[in-house]
């Protein structure tokens, strides 16, 4: 066994470890583990990336060598290994660009808790992309959610306490319903492993026993991770958490936390139940309705926002609709089309997150919109950086948005009943994308007039030198959305190839 | 209709609607406090049917005493453990909620979440 086998256990060990070691640290120490962390874990999953893409077969590493129905798994491919380099580097970009967020908004002695979490949620986030086994995901989706929960609690206001105890409910409803369609499935199939699980579940397709329960049980796991990745209807505590947390904080929970669940979703489809059974019960049908319900109401909420944050995290609501619809056509076509833009999504709201935190410093800290007028002059960076994530979120071609909508289409294009909807869809949603976005970067462009000015939050001029690590992190963050638009064909020929060998 | 099935299996039936309740309880009840009994209704249910499972009649619990080694004299210890797992995760939920509610109380003095949103506008902040 090759040694790099090894870095997928290391990098969920090493940032597990890391939570405690950063509870005894100072504030300042905390966060140099922190980034360290996220750093070697990012270089080990492209490591492991390297290795993968080498050999061209997934591999499956035992925990503890106990073979397999008993013993505990990882199973990395391609896919998996890719998806957690990408996780680190929008986590790395964030926690960087977010730093002096971090350094202002939190108290001194609770900083290094701060990172206690962020810790802990790359931990999850790492073990939700590889484990290979059902209940081991259960606790790690937990300990997500937990995480997630104390990144929007630390900054201590009324308003992220209450969005944080409705993040709570919410995640706890959807989690108690996963968990009840795993014990369905474990009762059903007599296995946690995933691999063993599909064995069992195609005898029962084949012989057409307990048909419902395992209907049943898989509607319980979707509507369960759905609830908990903020699928619409169930997105009433996502603008305030979004909204009111830390840069950081908003910038991983929209982009990592949500996709977390997400991920796993996708592997419960493809290697727990096999994604011809799912796409038989009917459960694809439900979540293509709610994503295409959710893409537009997601962008009319937006629209209606008279707040830059809450804005964009109404805007989430849309992308993650977008998802579900991608999962929802039931091709494979389909679901790489939803890969990428969980990617694409990723990379542009945090980019919007870290961006929006700029232009509002330049505004006298306000979010409302009027104070907002001639941003992009007082922070010429950040205004850039806003004005490109916008054009990516809206489908602009060069931009990352535009390959995703693309690929969309393809897919539901020759779908018998469902490509009209989702060419509809996607053109009503892109035209709402670009009313409240081109609004906003219209706005940061329009220089305020003499006698507006008393009536504005005092704002002051930013050059990109005075914060140094948020422009880096803009930098990065602009070219990522550009390579992800400009240079699209190997990285949807990687997502293909390793969902092929998903299952 | 036949209700043979579901007298049979009269545990798992009960695991059901228990966890029914407490969802709902969850879901709609307007009092943090109630909010967090109906999470706990909720997950022992789950841990009720996953303990039904793994029961074999007339076994005895996964522990090798008196030099009993054969597989057959015990139950599946599996379900077990899960519901162990289980316990120790719906624990330090419940401890995080608790500790937001006595938060957030101590800040609005009501328990009433929508009560706590009407406040939170009229701050306006």
């Known amino acids: ?503 | 209709m036949d209700f043979h099935n579901l007298l049979n299996n009269y545990g798992e039936a009960v695991a059901m609607l228990l966890f029914g309740i407490g969802f709902s309880n969850l879901l709609l009840q307007k009092n943090l406090i109630k909010k967090i009994i109906g999470l706990n209704i909720m997950d022992t249910a789950t841990y009720l049917f996953l303990a039904l499972k793994g029961y074999i009649h007339g076994r005895k619990a996964p522990i090798a005493a008196d030099g009993v080694r054969n597989v057959e004299a015990y139950i599946n210890p599996i379900p077990s453990g899960l519901v162990l797992t289980g316990i120790v995760v719906s624990v330090s939920v419940t401890a995080l909620m608790l500790s937001l509610t006595i938060r957030l109380y101590r800040r609005y003095h009501t328990l009433d979440l929508d009560e706590i949103s009407t406040l939170l506008k009229k701050e306006g902040k």
């Open chain 1, 1 to 503: 066994m090759a040694f790099v086998q090894n870095f997928p256990f290391f990098s969920i060990l090493l940032s597990l470890f890391s939570g405690p070691l950063a509870f005894v640290l100072n504030a300042k120490g905390a966060r140099r583990v922190n980034l360290a962390v996220i750093t070697a874990a990012g270089c080990m999953s492209g490591a492991v990336l390297a290795y993968v893409l080498g050999t061209g077969e997934p591999y499956v590493y035992t925990m503890g060598h106990f073979p397999a129905p008993w013993g505990n798994e990882i199973r990395v491919g391609v896919l998996e290994a890719f998806l957690a380099l990408f996780f680190c580097v929008i986590m790395l970009l964030s926690m960087v660009g977010g730093s002096l967020e971090q350094k202002l908004e939190l108290e001194e002695s609770k900083q290094n808790l701060y990172y206690v979490m962020v810790n802990l949620l790359l931990c999850s986030l790492l073990a939700l992309v590889y484990t290979n086994d059902l209940f081991t995901a259960y606790v790690f989706v937990e300990i997500n959610t937990i995480s997630a929960c104390g990144l929007i609690m630390i900054k201590q206001t009324g308003r992220t306490m209450e969005a944080s105890t409705r993040y709570m409910i919410m995640s706890l409803l959807g989690s108690g319903l996963l968990l009840l369609g795993i014990c369905f499935l474990y009762d059903l199939t007599g296995h946690l492993l995933m691999s063993n699980i599909k064995e069992q579940v195609q005898l029962l397709a084949e012989s057409g026993a307990y048909h419902i329960p395992l209907v049943v049980s898989l509607g319980l796991m979707s509507v369960g991770l759905a609830i908990k990745s903020a699928l619409y209807p169930f997105h009433a505590w996502l603008p305030d958490a979004y909204g009111y947390s830390t840069v950081s904080s908003a910038a991983i929970l929209s982009s990592l936390v949500s996709k977390g669940y997400i991920v796993l979703l996708i592997k419960i489809f493809y290697r727990v139940i096999g994604f011809d059974i799912v796409r038989e019960t009917k459960v694809v049908h439900v979540l293509f309705v709610f994503g295409i319900i959710g893409m537009i109401m997601g962008s009319l909420h937006a629209i209606g926002e008279n707040n830059i944050r809450r804005m964009i995290a109404f805007s989430s609501v849309a992308q993650i609709g977008y998802i579900y619809m991608g999962f929802g056509l039931g091709t494979a076509e389909g679901v790489v089309a939803s890969i990428y833009h969980v990617v694409t999504h990723a990379a542009t709201k945090s980019l919007l997150f870290v961006a929006a935190s700029g232009i509002t410093d330049a505004s006298g800290d306000s979010l409302r919109y009027r104070d907002l007028t001639g941003a992009g002059y007082r922070n010429k960076l950040a205004g850039a950086a806003f004005t490109v994530g916008s054009l990516a979120m809206v489908g602009m071609p060069i931009f990352s948005g535009f390959i995703s909508k693309l690929l969309f289409s393809q897919a539901a294009f020759g779908h018998r009943y469902k490509m009209l909807p989702t060419l509809v869809a996607l053109a009503i949603s892109t035209v709402l994308n670009a009313v409240y976005f081109m609004k906003t970067v219209i706005r940061i462009y329009t220089p305020v007039e003499e006698g507006q000015q008393e009536e504005m939050a005092q704002g002051r001029v930013i050059t990109a030198r005075e914060q140094p690590a948020k422009s880096v992190a803009l930098v990065c963050f602009i070219f990522l959305n550009l390579l992800l638009g400009l240079n699209s064909e190997p990285l949807i020929r990687l997502i293909g190839q390793g969902l092929e060998k998903f299952g």
